[in-house]
């Protein structure tokens, strides 16, 4: 089963070696990984979104947490949760029909189109990982030609947070 | 006071109490070393490879349970210590180890003699730190003693810059006396709902086992695991690395389990009901094939490491928490409750444990022409009173030794568990003779092991270390050629060493004595010659059987109950059978 991991780790040099190291070395999987400072610089935050049995899943967090830089962890699939990534993708619209479309697409998605040339359309869109996903199956008429994603955040919905 | 990095660093070590740094000088940490040179409560030790200084310094640290220290310079001096480090980890290992770097301004140059150690040594490293200020190292250090020697130990590594230990810099120096960290907090007392849930358990069991392992030496548990099996009556079995918690010579005692372990204590295992596992770690060695581990059995597990439990075996009863605290409230309970172990069924437990007893798994050939390994060392165990410290290299000789020498107490058997490091045993025992340089110390090693780490014969000279080196030697890599014997029909693909060393002048041109012992009747009498030397390195290379196996034997990712038997055993029984 997928799952978001989030994690409060200490913003020091190789910090992000640390959890991708853990990751390679023990074999499991990583879909996507995100990490920024938060309002308190001496900590990132870090989004792992990652797969696997329940028990690999377990093992997952305890290697995390056993980390010493890791201060704190939270498996946001574990609870309500609100997850975004954000995409930047660039298509080919140099007819008028493919312009109308993209257009199109774009608004339906609730996306926005962040930069125009004669031949193409850069849009971009925010929503969980499974929309852009799909934003990308619409376009399947379409020449993509470079699709940027920041992979996913999230945090847990209502008063329940990962914080000190 | 005033002191620069390379005195701090110093400071540092004598403020934390540390008696032996093991080491080896170079470019980038000769500030270091400058700064050791007019003092002497820190005795530096110097090596002969930087792998030896790793493992110096684990023996150190596993005979005594302090934190060993190494000092080691960049590149090489850190990559050669790479291996004595992921054998620290592996065992968990409190050690702090402190490499010299390329200074701050040439760090990513591709300098002379830089290597990333921090990056190298990341896999296999509780922590680690690269010091970029000097205003930081008193602080780091003491962060690197509290994290490798508290919760489940573990080496650190501290990688020092050369501008950091400038003696031309000086700054206030203060050791803080205590340090918090935030992401780290190790648990220590266990949960005491799950403590009585496991004492419940545990008293309602027909057939229960105790198997116990390194974390009860590491987290200094004997004492109340002593107290907590003979207050159960309950039969114990011990990993490799937890042999001596409890008294091998007391009759609750099965002996080892897994690979190489007794026969009644893996038919125990595997017909147990309630298993209670202390300290140890459920290796792959030990467990044989998961699918039938402990089929029958209700499973609890005290681990000071929360990710060490449901790992590998999914446990009924877990117990995150530091092994002499949960033991202590376990026997408290224990002494509280009304409740009473089921004498009845313990007593028909023990019946077939002693069925299982009568097989003596343990029996070889006493009548051989040739000296048979097993006999090395229950000589050795007779000549030194059972009270030596036993290092160990890798292969056969490792495993008779923790099969035959039947150590009383923790502390005593030192070996490389986890990594199964060669060339591990002459630089521990090294480092345990300068812990108790009055006892006896005594390296079990074989022909193979002991070319891996033999320049170190150099270094107990140096301090005058009367190590007593027993090397069998049977001329192959024994255990190598044991799997290719059962293994590979009998295909023995370069395991076959050819012109072996004449280990005596060897070990006399090194300036020791060497005794080589060929026949039966010479063996008691020459080890005794030999052991009477109390103030000399002696190497004993002992000419063992060629072909000896180490019996009994499970097959890799076969069941507790499917072994290979020495066939001087007794007749197969199958006590089951016979008793229904």
């Avoid at chain 2, 390194?214 to 004997?222: I, M, P, T």
């Avoid at chain 2, 009901?273 to 005290?302: M, N, Q, S």
């Avoid at chain 2, 020791?512 to 009747?521: A, L, T, W």
């Amino acid at each position: 089963m997928r799952h978001i991991i989030s994690i409060l780790i200490e913003n020091e040099a190789g910090a992000l070696s640390r959890v991708a190291g853990l990751f390679s070395a023990r074999g499991y999987n990583i879909e996507s990984l995100t990490v920024a400072p938060t309002e308190d610089p001496t900590l990132s935050r870090m989004t792992i979104v990652t797969s696997g049995t329940e028990r690999i899943i377990e093992q997952i967090t305890k290697q995390l947490n056993k980390l010493v830089d890791v201060v704190k962890l939270l498996d946001l699939t574990e609870g309500a949760h609100i997850e975004r990534e954000m995409m930047l993708i660039k298509v080919k619209a140099s007819t008028m029909a493919q312009r109308e479309d993209v257009k199109r697409l774009a608004d339906i998605f609730r996306g926005h189109i962040i930069d125009v040339t004669s031949s193409t359309y850069t849009i971009e869109l925010t929503g969980a990982c499974a929309k852009l996903d799909s934003f990308i199956d619409a376009l399947a008429e379409h020449k993509i030609i470079e699709t940027v994603r920041s992979g996913v955040s999230g945090i847990a919905r209502g008063e329940k947070s990962l914080h000190l | 006071m005033e002191l620069s990095g390379g005195e701090i660093l110093v400071q540092c070590l004598k403020d934390e109490g540390v008696e032996y740094l093991f080491g080896y000088p170079g470019g980038a940490v000769l500030h270091i070393y400058d700064a050791l040179y007019n003092q002497e409560k820190v005795k530096h030790i110097l090596v002969r490879h930087e792998q030896a200084a790793t493992h110096a310094a684990d023996g150190y640290a596993r005979a005594t349970n302090k934190p060993g220290v190494v000092l080691v310079t960049s590149g090489p001096g850190a990559t050669n210590a790479v291996t004595g480090i992921a054998t620290a980890y592996m065992d968990s290992i409190p050690m702090v180890v402190i490499t010299g770097q390329v200074a701050t301004a040439n760090i990513g140059s591709d300098a002379f003699q830089e290597v990333d150690s921090v990056g190298i040594t990341r896999p296999c490293v509780k922590h680690n730190f690269l010091v970029k200020d000097i205003n930081d190292l008193a602080e780091t250090f003491k962060k690197a003693f509290y994290v490798a020697t508290t919760g489940r130990p573990g080496p650190v590594v501290v990688d020092v810059p050369k501008d950091i230990t400038d003696p031309n810099i000086k700054i206030p120096y203060h050791y803080p006396e205590t340090v918090e960290m935030r992401s780290y907090q190790p648990t220590l007392k266990g949960h005491t709902g799950q403590i009585k849930r496991a004492v419940d358990l545990l008293l309602s069991a027909k057939k229960p086992m105790i198997y116990t392992g390194g974390g009860v030496v590491l987290g200094k548990g004997s004492e109340e695991l002593r107290k907590f099996v003979r207050k159960l009556g309950y039969p114990i079995t011990s990993t490799l690395m937890g042999l001596g918690a409890y008294p091998a010579s007391d009759k609750q005692f099965m002996g080892m389990l897994g690979m190489h372990g007794t026969y009644e204590a893996n038919m125990a295992m595997h017909d147990c009901d309630v298993l209670i596992a202390i300290g140890a770690r459920f290796d792959d060695r030990v467990t044989g094939k998961i699918a039938e581990f402990c089929p029958h059995a209700k499973i609890v597990h005290i681990d000071i490491d929360p990710s060490s439990i449901s790992k590998t075996i999914e446990v009924d009863v877990p117990i995150v928490g530091n092994v002499p605290d949960v033991l202590q409230e376990m026997n408290t309970l224990l002494e509280e409750t009304d409740k009473k172990p089921n004498q009845k069924a313990i007593d028909a437990w023990w019946d077939i444990i002693n069925s299982w007893r009568a097989k003596k798994c343990m029996s070889y050939d006493r009548q051989s022409d040739k000296i048979k390994p097993q006999m090395v060392i229950e000589m050795l165990h007779e000549i030194t009173d059972g009270k030596a410290y036993l290092t160990s290299d890798v292969g056969q000789h490792q495993m008779w030794a923790a099969q035959y020498y039947g150590f009383d107490e923790p502390n005593r058997w030192i070996n490389s568990g986890g990594l199964g490091t060669m060339g591990f045993g002459l630089p521990a025992a090294m480092g345990v003779q300068f812990a108790y340089p009055d006892d006896t110390v005594i390296c079990v090693t074989g022909e193979g092991s002991i070319q891996m780490c033999i320049q170190e014969l150099s270094t107990c000279l140096q301090y005058g270390l009367p190590v007593k080196i027993v090397a069998l030697n049977n001329r192959y890599l024994g255990m190598v050629r044991q799997w290719q014997e059962f293994f590979y029909e009998n295909r023995y693909s370069h395991s076959y060493m050819e012109s072996l060393p004449d280990f005596v002048k060897l070990t006399e041109s090194y300036g020791h004595v060497g005794i080589r012992i060929e026949k039966p009747e010479d063996l008691r009498k020459e080890l005794e010659r030999g052991f009477a030397m109390k103030d000399r390195l002696v190497f004993f290379d002992i000419v063992t059987d060629q072909t000896e196996n180490v019996y009994p034997m499970i097959a890799q990712g076969k069941a507790h109950n499917d072994m290979h038997m020495s066939p001087y055993c007794e007749p197969p029984q199958d006590p089951e059978r016979e008793l229904s």
